[in-house]
């Protein structure tokens, strides 16, 4: 894989950030009154991970212009993103349909956060001299 990479995850990551800020302010101010309390807190923690994994994909992207081409590190971003969509999303649709089978989507989306940041992780530790630098 190539440091080509490093754009679009930037890019994706601050794209899923402002989306992240929307659907905040979404839950805060036009579903606080609708949904139920715990559903409103299911909906919140999507907003959060939500938020967290996108600022981890800019920081992605910015390591693969730092460390230069790195499999690891492009499967951290496809599985970051790939998280965001299957645990975010699922908590989002769980709460606002209340269908409870979204649920069984969450875990899917943990997992691959999970082998995300060690993917990243180990990229990291086999990283020993940078072959680019950050502007």
């Not at 715990?38 to 600022?55: N, P, S």
């Not at 230069?68 to 299957?86: A, D, F, I, N």
């Amino acid at each position: 894989m190539n440091p080509a990479m490093a754009g679009p995850f930037v890019t994706l990551g601050a794209l899923l950030a402002a989306l992240g800020v929307a659907m905040g302010a979404f839950g805060a101010h036009a579903l606080k009154s609708r949904l139920a309390e715990d559903m409103h807190a299911v909906f919140q923690t999507g907003v959060q991970y939500h938020m967290l994994h996108a600022l981890g994909l800019v920081l992605i992207g910015l390591a693969l212009r730092w460390i230069g081409p790195s499999t690891l590190l492009t499967w951290s971003g496809v599985l970051m993103g790939l998280g965001v969509l299957l645990f975010s999303g699922s908590l989002y649709v769980l709460s606002i349909t209340g269908v409870r089978a979204w649920g069984a989507v969450t875990p899917f989306g943990g997992t691959a956060f999970i082998v995300a940041w060690f993917l990243f992780a180990i990229a990291a530790w086999q990283s020993t001299s940078p072959t680019s630098h950050l502007p």
